[in-house]
């Protein structure tokens, strides 16, 4: 695992910016997995504002996103499908076609779920995932204990994910009990991993990743395994760090 230093958000969301657009500008048929939550909206804003500004085209992309919501349609804002339109899609010229999320409307979900892991496995697997990672140690919606030899699959949010994600929601209620996730082994058979970590409340989390010896009941370590992953993280987010 490489590790990228900075010192803030604002340098967390350039760096993790410039990461992707080299990689886009290096091979335009990139396969690219996205990731919803707080931490990469300020990267999406900057790839926007390149877009804009620099004109890098996302024509050729195919984008894969980690996860989506159960039983939530893609036209409420609450969804990461609308979340993904909003920070991103609406605002670059990636093909309608070419974006993918798992569509959490279907009537069977088990079958969306083998769809999905199909059509990752057709696009030729993905070569950049971002990711960000859950308190708990989450990556996508892969709660602890998800085997690391889960493919995409339906999974129950536990209530700490509920917790932090009720803030993207009306009320506390609302925020979807089921979700379907990339699994472990979907997501490690990406070419390149880029993890954000950002903030004082992710700095035992972070602590926890650096620890060491990849673990099922901590899924982010199951990282420690990929040979090509990197991990932006802040000051903040250090700050728990074993001397
Ligand atoms: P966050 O979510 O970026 O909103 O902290 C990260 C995650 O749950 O993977």
């Known amino acids: 695992m490489k590790i990228i230093k900075v010192k803030d958000y604002n ?50 992309v195919t984008t894969f996103n980690l996860d989506e919501y159960a039983g939530l349609k893609r036209t409420d804002e609450s969804s990461y499908y609308a979340y993904m339109r909003h920070h991103l899609f ?7 076609e070419n974006i993918h999320l798992p569509n959490g409307e279907k009537e069977d979900l088990q079958a969306e779920c083998s769809e999905y892991e199909q059509l990752i496995k057709e696009a030729g697997n993905i070569d950049l995932q971002v990711l960000g990672i859950g308190g708990n140690g989450h990556i ?6 998800t085997s690391f030899d889960s493919l995409t699959h339906v999974v129950t949010l536990e ?37 954000l970590i950002s903030g004082e409340s992710k700095a035992e989390t972070a602590a926890q990743l650096f620890s060491g010896e990849a673990n099922e009941n901590f899924p982010a370590s199951v990282l420690n395994n990929h040979p090509n992953t990197t991990v932006i993280i802040d000051e903040a987010a250090l700050t728990k760090m074993k001397k």
């Open 140 to 145: 996508g919606f892969n709660e602890p204990g």
């Open 11 to 60: 340098e967390l969301s350039e760096a993790a910016a410039q990461f992707v657009l080299e990689r886009v500008k290096q091979n335009p048929k990139l396969v690219l997995g996205l990731a919803t939550g707080g931490t990469p909206e300020g990267m999406y804003k900057r790839l926007v504002d390149d877009h804009r500004t620099a004109g890098t085209s996302y024509k050729n």
């Open 90 to 96: 609406d605002h670059i010229d990636v093909p309608e």
């Open 159 to 195: 209530e700490s994910t509920r917790k932090a994600n009720a803030r993207f929601f009306p009320s506390d209620a609302e925020v979807p009990t089921h979700a379907l996730t990339m699994g472990i082994e979907t997501i490690m058979r990406a070419k390149e991993i880029v993890m």
